[in-house]
């Protein structure tokens, strides 16, 4: 994988790559903590860990639509 | 005396340096999997990074809600692609073969759709300039992701 890729579109949203203090950052940073983990975990492991961020985003997105689509029908 | 202080940039350069060595490890050939979990699992958390951004820029008033709306909707599209593409790389229990990579190779396909839309429908359509280059920057993750599989 192209991680110097990732690693590089990530890091100008942390305070010591040139952006700000804040929830981008913290976001930023949490998807490289979670690139790191990897590491110390088996394939079935991440396989796994996938799948529950796949539910946890569905239900994230859904829970969007149905506040947008009510302030714009 | 005054305290020495480490330059910003030394900082960096090392956080770099202990990334890269720890997240660049030589893959287990026993495990030709591990490869395609890690790019499907960033994929994953790559999507999670960016409703969670989405969320935050539009509370703050960075995002329009009909912007937000836009970028709702793709990323529903692109995590459901990613979501079938994770079901069929689970469901693998050896190295795939030629037709395997071609079901795969398919499903990938409906990956790298699914985030272009997210891209030119959802995120190039954001007004506030710094919004937009923010959220862009998740989108190169997701891509640098789709490519481990570019040797399919």
Redesign the interface.
């Known amino acids: 994988m192209d991680w110097l890729t990732i690693i590089t579109n990530l890091l100008p949203l942390l305070p010591g790559g040139g952006g700000q203090a804040g929830a981008l950052a913290q976001i930023a940073a949490d998807l490289i903590q979670r690139i790191k983990s990897q590491s110390g975990m088996t394939t079935e492991q991440i396989l796994d860990r996938a799948g529950v961020t796949l539910d946890d985003n569905k239900r994230m997105l859904l829970e969007d639509l149905e506040r947008l689509q009510g302030a714009n029908p | 005396m005054k305290p020495r202080r480490i330059p910003?940039l030394h900082?960096?350069g090392l956080?770099?340096f202990s990334?890269?060595l720890?997240?660049?490890?030589q893959e287990n050939p026993n495990?030709p999997?591990?490869?395609y979990?890690?790019?499907?699992?960033?994929?994953?958390?790559?999507?999670?990074?960016m409703?969670?951004?989405?969320?935050?820029?539009a509370s703050d008033g960075r995002i329009t809600?009909?912007e937000?709306?836009t970028l709702?909707?793709a990323?529903?599209v692109a995590?459901?692609a990613?979501?079938v593409f994770?079901k069929r790389?689970?469901s693998l229990t050896a190295a795939p073969d030629a037709s395997t990579k071609a079901e795969l190779i398919s499903l990938l396909n409906n990956v790298t759709t699914a985030v272009d839309d997210l891209n030119n429908q959802g995120v190039i359509g954001v007004g506030n300039a710094e919004s937009k280059q923010?959220l862009a920057?998740?989108i190169?993750?997701l891509k640098?992701?789709i490519?481990?599989f570019s040797g399919l």
């Not at chain 2, 409703?51 to 820029?57: E, N, P, T």
């Open positions: 910003k900082i960096l956080v770099v990334l890269l720890t997240a660049c490890p495990d999997l591990r490869k979990a890690k790019a499907v699992d960033n994929m994953a958390g790559a999507i999670n990074s409703i969670r951004a989405k969320r935050s820029l809600p009909a937000d709306l709702t909707k990323l529903l995590n459901e990613v979501s994770h790389v689970k923010k920057r998740f190169a993750t640098a992701a490519t481990v």
